[in-house]
């Protein structure tokens, strides 16, 4: 019976929590956009707008459900189904917090399911779900702009997994496991977030996962002035909200995933540091559990943040990012890591820090050195 | 049994997407008329249906993504392996060959450049 009620419980607190997380982090980005832009944001429903995630959710619940005539219903149907539900599922491996020791039996883990040894990768599998529902939504649409973004979109989400895949590997060079709770620890152990040692690494994982994320400067599937709404244009009320659902936990699951991976997790100097034997009482564990979520939701602001304040790019140029920019970046990252695990001292933290930043000088100079050698283009200024 | 949790949270990603969906359908207003169930298309009547031939490239893109996932597949144990200096004795054999796995696939990868697989134009 316990074996049953301890996942039940922690599922309902997830499933909850991240529908609330989603919900409110909408109001905190429109809060957000609005300061940069110098504006007040939503301050009508409740003190400070407080109650506009509510009527959002009302408001998508009462509105007609329209499936157009042309459209194949089943397959319209599953399409918001498989993406909100595999954009659920992913949670399943992600670490909230370290172990919580609990009077009277055993130490609880944070995650949903602990025993599972390939957390990163299920997260990749599951993750990369979602471009069914995308894939999906847009033929079953039977419209034109439907059509071009679902195509747009999963050749951009497939595109970008590459070098997410890549850009992780060098982590799990350094950690040794698949296990998220592992990948921390090995962080915590060196005194060295991954990210001081592999910061080429980091850049490619950053710029995919917003990629993944479809986040705005590459929010190329649903771009609104080129193709209305992409691939959710004929999905109304709560059909759409399933899709802008999704895509928020996809943010949030790739905010999880660089703090894990590259910020060491729930591990802080002085404030939650590494002991040997790992046990920290009821009070330390709750002082990780703030940590890296609190990390977790200054990388979440870190994206809000980008989102706006740049334009976003053409077609090609996506394109050419991914394939001719990131993954040549990644498989550089790759072949450092590898050497520096190879040949260098198991505590060396120090050489592969300096290898790893001095990757990102050549890269510098590199990229330095082909927009130098590109001819001007001129501008031709008609006479006044 | 390990895998318990994983079975249960999927079944509880699947019901409360479902549950979603159908409280929608149930809850919203239903009044269609002919204008409504058309496509949307700024407006215009859609000429022909939207499932027609698409550009190749596409195509060729979800080629290359197959060969390099499946690259990282094989990429994945090795790097877990790897972080355990004598799981693969002293000599560097194995990282020697993981070099000469990377090195056929760079020339692949260069070879489809060249091709103008990844040209969007």
Same mark, same amino acid.
């Given at each position: ?47 400070? /707008? ?76 599951? /993750? ?141 100097? /002085? ?9 920290? /009482? ?54 450092? =890591? ?24 050549? =890269? ?21 | ?8 949270? $999927? &079944?509880? &990603? ?21 204008? *409504? ?12 249906? &939207? ?27 090795? $790097? ?6 004598? $799981?693969?004795?002293?000599?560097? &054999? ?24 990844? *040209?969007?134009?």
């Amino acid at each position: 019976m316990a074996e049953w009620i301890e996942p039940l419980i922690k599922i309902a607190l997830v499933v909850g929590a991240s529908q609330a997380a989603v919900a409110y982090l909408v109001l905190v980005e429109r809060k957000a956009a609005a300061y940069l832009q110098d504006r007040f944001g939503p301050n009508r429903v409740g003190p400070w /707008g407080l109650l506009q995630p509510l009527a959002d959710g009302l408001k998508f619940i009462l509105k007609e459900e329209i499936i157009p005539d042309g459209a194949d219903r089943i397959l319209f149907l599953v399409a918001p189904l498989s993406i909100l539900a595999s954009a659920t599922f992913v949670f399943a491996t992600i670490p909230f917090g370290y172990v919580v020791p609990w009077p009277g039996s055993e130490p609880i883990a944070l995650t949903i399911a602990p025993n599972i040894d390939i957390g990163v990768l299920f997260v990749f599998a599951v /993750g990369s779900l979602g471009v069914y529902g995308v894939i999906l939504g847009g033929w079953a649409s039977n419209n034109k702009y439907s059509l071009l973004g679902g195509l747009r979109s999963s050749a951009q989400l497939v595109s970008y997994e590459i070098p997410l895949g890549l850009s992780v590997i060098g982590v799990l060079l350094f950690s040794g496991s698949l296990k998220m709770e592992t990948i921390m620890t090995a962080q915590a152990a060196s005194g060295w977030w991954w990210v001081a040692i592999q910061p080429l690494g980091f850049v490619v994982f950053m710029v995919s996962g917003c990629a993944e994320a479809a986040r705005l400067p590459f929010d190329l599937p649903e771009c609104e002035q080129e193709l209305v709404g992409g691939y959710h244009t004929e999905y109304t009320g709560m059909k759409f909200g399933m899709f802008a659902f999704a895509e928020y936990l996809h943010m949030i699951t790739v905010a999880f995933l660089a703090v894990i991976l590259f910020f060491g997790g729930w591990h802080f100097w /002085g404030l939650a540091p590494y002991t040997e034997a790992n046990e920290v /009482g009821f009070i330390g564990a709750v002082v990780r559990v703030v940590v890296l979520n609190v990390k977790v939701l200054l990388m979440i602001f870190f994206f809000m943040w980008i989102r706006w304040s740049w334009p976003r790019f053409r077609y090609d140029q996506l394109m050419d990012l991914a394939w001719k920019t990131m993954i040549p970046l990644g498989l550089v990252n790759l072949v450092i =890591c590898a050497f520096c695990q190879e040949f260098l001292a198991q505590d060396d933290y120090v050489t592969r820090a300096v290898l790893g930043w001095l990757a990102v000088a050549g =890269c510098f100079a590199w990229a330095a050195a082909s927009v130098s050698s590109k001819p001007v283009r001129t501008v031709a200024v008609r006479p006044s | 049994m390990p895998g318990l949790p994983i079975l249960l949270f $999927a &079944a509880v &990603a699947f019901v409360v997407a479902l549950s979603i969906l159908v409280i929608a359908q149930v809850v919203g207003p239903k009044r269609r008329t002919e204008v *409504k169930m058309m496509p949307y298309e700024s407006g215009m009547d859609p000429v022909h249906s &939207a499932r027609q031939r698409f550009n190749i490239s596409f195509y060729l893109l979800a080629i290359e993504f197959l060969v390099f996932d499946v690259e990282l597949l094989f990429l994945y144990p090795w $790097a877990v392996a790897a972080h355990d200096r004598g $799981a693969f004795g002293p000599d560097h &054999a194995v990282f020697y060959a993981v070099c000469g796995f990377l090195s056929i696939l760079v020339l692949g990868f260069v070879y489809t450049w060249r091709k103008g697989v990844f *040209k969007w134009t």
